[in-house]
């Protein structure tokens, strides 16, 4: 069967938008109820990296089959499965146990993991390749978006009810995402091979692949460092806000001035949002870019050096800063750190072998989820030995520029 790839393009596109975005706001949703969870489930807040590692390391099993799952089932089925799984993730979190935190993470991991790969898969398919970069950036904004969404929805939730009841509303909300994207399964899972195997070797394919493809090697690098930084950020900087520069939870408010609405959110939730949002503007702005103006691999580059500038720059805040330039330097953070994402995966269409798509969006996958399983749990480890978030700020920020460099090297050769 032939897919009409533009008759499917832009529903393609929303059902991997929402299933992203679901997937993210389940992920990053821990980090923003960190703070009141953790006392619940008696373990400190700083083990917010700890769960973050154990959740992105579940995925890299699931991540690097992911491009087999989809070939055999269907990438739209698979996406349905990550829904579900986050539906159980966000349930056993809300049970406050650390065993349960535990089965919470390794779920959201089995969630988090192969949604990437399984978007890509589905996208490849249906975009042009002039698109691509817009698309895929449009796409990426499904992450940001999530985040967004879990620092503005979750602290009201956790203030009229409390925090189980705030992580589980996610949850049920994962469960209709994987309903209402049924209609799809039909036409976007038409091609497949229901008898192909998966065996042992298939765990191992995609990370050949994208070691023996030397700009899929660099490529993964790249990921690894920017992903691993992205997602330390994203863990770390509701506790940041909290512990160096004195926000509270919910005492402090801020006044959106929109009548007829209840419109004060937790001033933390708030900047975490604009973090997150900014993230959205940055992915869509750096794909029209991309997409006009300049390539997306030297783009890539520029990207991770102002993305080093600005997490120093936040690292660097002061309790005596004003809240409009804590959220203004924390909108130039998500802009930047959050918006290299979409170009990643078009670009890694591009130095794919052909008809190897699938097998190298999960063998990038694994490195990007390798970064981000290792980088939040240094970062805090940075933290909690040096008592700076500064030193964890900069550690960061070199990171993001050694992983800009090696890629923009191998674009000089």
């Known amino acids: 069967m032939t897919l009409n790839r533009e008759r499917f393009a832009l529903p393609s596109l929303a059902a991997t938008f929402v299933v992203q975005t679901t997937a993210a706001m389940a992920m990053f949703g821990v980090s923003v109820l960190a703070p009141v969870a953790a006392p619940d489930i008696g373990v400190e807040a700083t083990l917010v990296g700890v769960f973050t590692g154990i959740a992105y390391g579940s995925g890299l099993a699931v991540g690097l089959l992911s491009g087999r799952l989809a070939d055999r089932f269907g990438a739209l089925r698979i996406s349905q ?41 589905i996208l490849s398919r249906v975009a042009s390749e002039r698109s691509r970069p817009l698309y895929f950036s449009i796409k990426q904004t499904g992450m940001p978006a999530g985040a967004a969404l879990a620092g503005l929805v979750l602290p009201p939730l956790v203030a ?41 070797g298939s765990f191992i394919h995609p990370l050949l692949l994208v070691w023996e493809t030397p700009m899929l090697r660099r490529l993964g690098l ?28 919910t005492g402090d408010t801020v006044d959106l001035g929109i009548s007829n609405l209840s419109s004060s959110l937790p001033a933390v939730g708030f900047v975490f949002a604009v973090l997150q949002i900014s993230a959205v503007f940055g992915r869509l702005f750096w794909g029209a870019v991309a997409d006009r ?24 805040m002061a309790e ?52 981000v399983t290792v980088v939040p749990a240094l970062f805090g480890l940075v933290v909690t030995l040096a008592d700076s978030y500064f030193m964890a700020f900069a550690s960061a920020g070199l990171l993001v520029c050694v992983g800009a460099s090696q890629f923009g090297y191998s674009l000089r050769r």
């Open 81 to 121: 499965a990550t829904m579900v799984f986050a539906f159980f993730g966000c349930l056993l979190l809300a049970v406050s146990t650390p065993l349960s935190a535990l089965a919470s993470a390794i779920s959201l991991g089995l969630c988090y993991g192969p949604v990437n790969p399984l978007s890509t898969h």
């Open 160 to 200: 009229a009810y409390n925090w189980q009841v705030a992580i589980a509303s996610v949850g049920v909300a994962a469960a209709v995402v994987s309903v209402l994207v049924q209609p799809l399964r039909g036409p976007l899972d038409s091609i497949r091979e229901p008898k192909l195997p998966i065996r042992l």
């Open 222 to 249: 790249m990921g690894f460092t920017y992903s691993g930084v992205q997602v330390a950020i994203m863990s770390f900087y509701v506790l940041y806000l909290i512990d160096d520069l004195s926000f509270s939870y």
């Open 293 to 316: 103006i300049i390539g997306a691999s030297p783009l890539l580059v520029g990207i991770g050096l102002a993305t080093a500038t600005f997490t120093v720059l936040a690292g660097a």
């Open 320 to 371: 005596n800063w004003p809240f409009w330039s804590v959220t203004a330097v924390s909108f130039l953070v998500g802009f930047t750190s959050s918006g290299w994402n979409g170009l990643f995966f078009s670009e890694l269409v591009r130095f794919s072998p052909a008809g190897k798509t699938g097998d190298a969006a999960a063998g990038l996958q694994f490195a990007t989820l390798s970064g």
